[in-house]
């Protein structure tokens, strides 16, 4: 009990701190898409910020995740926190879709032009804070492996990956002078939305999928249990090792008449 309660804890601090720096990092980010009208800084902006209204309720699940099993809840309430990351990820896939779908418009109405120095160096200051909470969750995850941590943790690292390309691409106009780059200057912030846009999706898509194929197997396991219990009508009170797939552990489901 008492190393369940510090694992709880510990969880809870992780997610503040990924609360703390995606708050941070969302309301710089509104200001300087607003101050430089960059469409890669805005997908940013709305991905984290979604990321944070996710992270508030994950805080509110995290006492379930740690109550016993019993009888009506047998495998505990991990399915509560498997349907939240499925709802996360299809949360995450909308609004990326969304994204996608604006700035293919704005390419097709001529482009726009931003500020790329200054988003340059937003960029590499917003992939090094990343990199350095990166580091601080995985060692605090490092006593825990919490599902909901670990998702907060890759997160990140697909937010420093972006801001990384982004802080390099917006380098660009500055490094490559040449005429026949002048004209595909505009084309060049949504056209990395986009992409960013593409390379974000497969996350939260994977994630579905896996979350999905856990909950499945989750009901069939208790659907298991229900059928065992239909069929043993004794006076006294019975109990059944039913193997957990696929890690192989066992665990006793308590069958009473």
């Known amino acids: 009990m008492h190393s369940s309660r510090n694992k709880q804890k510990y969880e809870k601090s992780a997610l503040r701190i990924s609360i703390t720096g995606s708050t941070i990092f969302v309301i710089l980010e509104i200001v300087m898409a607003v101050i430089t009208r960059s469409q890669a800084v805005l997908l940013d902006s709305v991905y984290d910020g979604v990321e944070i209204l996710m992270v508030f309720v994950s805080l509110s699940l995290v006492p ?40 293919i418009q704005i390419i097709f109405h001529g482009g726009q032009h931003v500020n790329f120095s200054m988003v340059a160096y937003f960029e590499m200051s917003a992939t090094l804070v990343s990199i350095a909470v990166i580091f601080l969750l995985r060692r605090m995850n490092s006593k825990l492996t919490s ?41 060049l912030d949504p056209a990395l939305a986009i992409i960013l846009s593409l390379f974000m999706l497969p996350v939260p898509a994977k994630t579905v999928i896996c979350s999905y194929s ?6 069939f396991r208790k659907s298991k249990i229900s059928y065992l219990r239909s069929l043993l009508h004794t006076g006294t009170q019975n109990y059944i090792m039913i193997s957990c797939v696929p890690d192989g552990n066992y665990g006793s489901a308590c069958i009473s008449p």
């Open 147 to 187: 599902p909901i941590v670990i998702m907060e943790i890759q997160e990140w690292q697909i937010d420093s990956v972006a801001s990384f390309g982004m802080c390099i691409a917006f380098f660009l106009p500055q490094i490559i002078t040449g005429e026949w780059f002048q004209p595909l200057i505009p084309y």
């Open 64 to 103: 379930l995740m740690y109550k016993p099993s019993s009888e009506s809840h047998p495998f505990g309430y991990q399915q509560i926190e498997s349907l939240f990351v499925v709802v996360k990820g299809a949360i995450m896939i909308a609004v990326t879709v969304g994204l996608i779908i604006n700035n």
């Open 214 to 219: 856990h909950r499945k197997k989750k009901r």
